[in-house]
């Protein structure tokens, strides 16, 4: 069983700064992508970041400049730095990955995180 445990998120004021955290465990054969999605109240979930395990990234144009996506690739971890932060970008932040279980090393399947809430607000 994989799975993806995010932390980092909470409540900031506008302009601050946060890093989320996502880490991948279980029976991993290989991580193909990993990244960030969000879901604001009322909203789509929509991309903010991914990179794969090659290092090539891309992000939404709303936090291009502001969000720094990283990743581990020894530790199957991924990072999402984000500065000068505002109310916009209040939401609940998932991970998202793309692995290849020992079960299944052919195959990608897609996982998520639980969630992790981020608030931006004076």
């Known amino acids: 069983q994989v799975q993806l445990v995010e932390s980092g998120g909470g409540l900031v004021q506008p302009g601050g700064s946060l890093r989320l955290s996502c880490a991948a465990s279980g029976s991993i054969f290989r991580i193909d992508s990993m990244g960030w999605y969000r879901q604001a109240p009322g909203k789509e979930r929509e991309l903010v970041a991914t990179g794969t395990s090659g290092g090539s990234t891309k992000s939404s144009d709303s936090v291009k400049g502001r969000f720094t996506i990283s990743r581990d690739n020894a530790k199957n971890m991924v990072y999402l730095q984000m500065n000068s932060l505002t109310p916009e970008d209040t939401a609940v932040y998932y991970c998202?990955?793309?692995?290849?279980?020992?079960?299944?090393?052919?195959?990608?399947?897609?996982?998520w995180g639980q969630g992790t809430q981020v608030t931006v607000s004076s």
């Open positions: 998202n990955a793309q692995i290849r279980s020992h079960a299944s090393p052919l195959v990608p399947y897609n996982y």
